[in-house]
């Protein structure tokens, strides 16, 4: 999702074809889920999963938040899943307060409960609102502020945006599963779809646009 709409372009890499055809070499260009998992990052699922789904998203992005609901109906499913969720807060103050948030709820070994909440509520972040969510997860609030305004969160999200940045992300969700990435939400059937690719050593790359405008 962009500030002003968006265009989701679905690319999943296939090679190998029918009559045990040779595998085509690397495309240039092809990023891995599992080569841009950094030390430190959030890991859900199974942490020693065979298949990575690394997400690129924003907390206040509503294609985000339905790729969030089926991400988790995904991992309940599949146990050879290891989900990296990463916050790219593009959409502004209350995305970037939101990301913050997720930061200060992890010191605190709370970081899904938060992510739940925050991409369940229809009210975007404001710190007395933060505040209720804290109270509400059990946290300990004063403790919770504080470290939702420290220089070392705020820093925590810069680097999640310039992260972002770097590999030209300019739309949230994008989603990078095996060798294939999605810019923009999809369905649970091809969330599905593109794991059981991701399943199959042949699996390399194919390209369809979808105009989600």
Known sequence: MRARGW?????????GMMGGAKAAPPIAGIVSAA?????GDVVLGNPNGSITIVDFYDTSCGPCRAMNRRIERLIARDKQIR???????????QSKLGAQALVAARQQGRFQAMQTLLMSQA??????LLRADAAQLGLDVPR????????????????????????????VPMVY???SSVPGAMGYRDLRWLVRQAQTPEMSQVATTKDHS
């Open 144 to 171: 919770f502020m504080r470290d939702l305004t420290r220089s070392a969160t705020v820093r925590a999200v810069d680097a999640a945006l310039q992260r972002g940045a770097t590999l030209g992300i300019q739309e």
């Open 35 to 39: 080569s841009l998992v950094r030390p």
């Open 177 to 179: 599963i095996g060798q």
């Open 7 to 15: 265009l989701a372009t679905v690319m999943v890499v296939m090679v």
């Open 83 to 93: 989900y990296v969720p990463i916050d790219v807060p593009i959409l502004g103050w």
């Open 123 to 128: 009210a975007l972040p404001t710190l007395p």
